[in-house]
């Protein structure tokens, strides 16, 4: 008689032997087994909201018992196998993920992408929460309130979703990291949340651990710092963007000394994900009023952000580790797509720009100025830069010369001045233009990446609303968000 046992243990026989043959189609194999009568859809009926599972069984998040990968020897990539045969299993083995969040600072889509996280909790082997603000009044507590609002609907969800996590152990999860961006070195002090990445980094596993960065860099420069042994057991997703300028000292120290780690610099594809208030559709500006009003205590919540509008800005870094194969950036997933980065622009100056000096939006743009001789100590803000209407401290760097670093966010054209309560500092003035280009064109103080960094499509038919790269995630963004309206569902269905 054949057994639902049989037909797996021959599975595992096939795997073993068969090594070479797709993934994918082991993955298909197996689904299709385990599941009475769900046929292998084709490629093109495979959308993720076809999810054929009853509605009243948990939804599944892996078909293999605990100690069965390690027998097989195999790593499965991360992807959804719900798009072959209804199965939704996102991997075999769930990615070790590590968030860092700003959440609480001046950005509340940190929240709404805490709540999808929450959500999806199911899909990720989570190791850290770490609150990292290098701006704004963020903190721990912000990480703490979002759980206890997830702890008041875990019932509901988990009657219909299996391998959540309890509240009382994301609790256990979440440290305080650094408040406030650091001096030129770019790096402080340790913190609760640094020791936290170095002690998950430092684990002995086949798998590597994904530090998916939600604001700026300073927790993982000073982990890096402190236990550069680490480097090699990481994989950094980074929402960068506007938040290289928040952290950009951190930034320049990761890639001055750190240039071979993997990373992700995703500066602008995440904006691909982020809703159009013009749209009134199920899937922008109607999303919140369709499917997410009443449903649950994190679905009261979701108002507080933008009205209800889902921006969700850092989601795309849990997307990417969903679905496609993380550990190549080139092919497409619904974080987006990407492709390796020749270097990193940084532009030294030393003299008042006019707008007819143009540089590469997000590059890096170290400001020298030349002043009075002082005794002041180089972890003492004593110049400041205006700029796009914000404050950014410099330092002495000896010899009568002072430092301010600064990232552009967007494309303009800024008009800035530089003064400092020094005697004798003389105020400059002057402006740039920003272009919407990402790296631009080489210089010779440019920062070196190495052969596992990645950012931005540059090709321009892959801008989107503007934005390089982001068509590379905008194009998923309806099936996602349909797949997420189930869950949300579950909060409202009360039977």
Not at 376 to 383: E, G, W
Request: aromatic letters at 12%; charged letters at 20%; hydrophobic letters at 35%.
């Amino acid at each position: 008689m054949i057994t639902f046992a049989n037909i797996k243990n021959a599975i595992v026989v096939i795997m073993k032997s068969l090594f070479s043959l797709p993934l994918v189609l082991l993955g298909s194999i197996f689904c299709a087994s385990a599941q009475n009568n769900i046929p292998i859809s084709t490629p093109e009926n495979n959308n993720i909201e076809n999810n054929n599972i009853e509605a009243e069984k948990p939804e599944q998040t892996s078909f293999l018992s605990e100690n069965e990968p390690a027998e097989l020897g195999i790593i499965f990539p991360t992807m959804n196998f719900s798009a072959f045969g209804g199965f939704t299993a996102s991997d075999a083995i769930k990615p070790r993920i590590l968030i860092s969040t700003d959440i609480g600072g001046t950005d509340p889509d940190d929240n709404q992408s805490m709540t999808h996280l929450l959500m999806y909790n199911d899909r990720f082997d989570i190791e850290g929460l770490v609150s990292s603000p290098s701006f704004g009044s963020g903190s721990k507590a912000h990480l703490l309130r979002m759980i206890d609002l997830y702890e008041k609907d875990y019932y509901m969800l988990s009657r219909k979703i299996n391998g959540l996590i309890s509240a009382d152990s994301l609790r256990g999860l979440c440290k305080q990291g650094r408040i406030g961006s650091v001096t030129l070195a770019g790096y402080s002090t340790p913190t609760e949340g640094s020791e936290w990445i170095v002690k998950c980094a430092s684990k002995k596993s086949d798998r590597p651990l994904w530090v998916l960065v939600w604001g700026g860099l300073e927790d993982l420069a000073q982990a890096l710092h402190d236990a550069p042994q680490i480097a090699g057991n990481i994989k950094v997703y980074w929402i960068g963007g506007p938040n290289k300028k928040w952290g950009v000292n951190s930034y320049v120290y990761i890639m001055k000394q750190f240039p071979n780690l993997w990373m992700i610099e995703n500066n602008a594809s995440y904006r691909g994900f982020i809703a159009d208030a013009s749209k009134a559709d199920n899937y922008n500006n109607g999303f919140y009023n369709r499917y997410i009003r009443d449903a649950g205590v994190l679905g009261i919540d979701f108002e507080n952000y933008y009205n209800g509008l889902p921006k969700m800005g850092d989601t795309p870094s849990l997307l990417y580790m969903m679905n496609g194969d993380p550990n190549n950036p080139l092919k497409d997933s619904w974080g987006g797509s990407f492709e390796k980065a020749k270097f990193s622009p940084l532009q030294v100056i030393d003299r008042n720009l006019t707008s007819a000096d143009t540089f590469a939006i997000y590059s890096v743009m170290e400001f020298i100025s030349n002043g009075p001789q002082t005794n002041i100590s180089p972890d003492s803000a004593c110049v400041t830069l205006t700029v796009d209407g914000q404050d950014w401290k410099g330092y002495s760097i000896g010899n009568g010369k002072y430092m301010v670093r600064y990232s552009p966010k967007s494309p303009a054209m800024l008009t800035y001045r530089i003064t400092s309560t020094i005697d004798g500092f003389e105020e400059q003035l002057g402006s740039f233009t920003v272009s919407d280009e990402w790296p631009g064109k080489p210089s010779p103080t440019d920062l070196k990446t190495g052969k596992n960094h990645y950012t931005d499509r540059h090709e321009r038919s892959l801008y989107a609303g503007g934005w390089q790269g982001a068509a590379t995630v905008a194009k998923w963004r309806n099936t996602v968000m349909k797949d997420w309206e189930k869950r949300w569902s579950y909060l409202k269905n009360k039977k």
